[in-house]
């Protein structure tokens, strides 16, 4: 099993910035990869930025070029820098790990969430 928790949540205004953190613990050794995923009222659960145990990176274009997905190395600790927030950034935050068997069946691990509220 792997555990997920993160910090760093808050209320913020527009513009503003934040970091939230995500420690990994349990087995480690079983991560492919990391990533932030958030949900709004109402919405489902969308993809943030992700990052492999090779470095690469991916983001939804909504956040491109505002947020920056970073690993001390990737498999303990995970952090996700939001710059130049937007009332539409507000949701709760998911960390997210998984792993991809020899089948390419998924497994995914989330945290408890943490809440990011931008006001305006």
């Known amino acids: 099993q792997v555990q997920l928790v993160e910090s760093g949540g808050g209320l913020v205004q527009a513009g503003k910035s934040l970091r939230l953190s995500c420690v990994v613990s349990?087995?480690?050794?079983?991560?492919?990869?990391m990533g932030w995923y958030r949900q709004a009222p109402g919405k489902q659960r969308d993809m943030v930025a992700t990052?492999?145990?090779?470095?690469?990176?991916d983001y939804a274009d909504s956040v491109r070029g505002r947020f920056t997905i970073s690993g001390d190395n990737v498999k303990s600790a995970v952090y996700l820098q939001m710059n130049n927030l937007k009332p539409e950034d507000t949701a709760v935050y998911y960390c997210?790990?998984?792993?991809?068997?020899?089948?390419?069946?998924?497994?995914?691990?989330w945290g408890q969430g943490t809440q990011v509220t931008v006001s305006s």
């Open positions: 349990g087995n480690i050794a079983r991560i492919n990869g």
């Open positions: 990052i492999t145990s090779d470095g690469n990176t």
């Open positions: 997210n790990a998984f792993h991809i068997d020899v089948s390419d069946y998924r497994d995914d691990y």
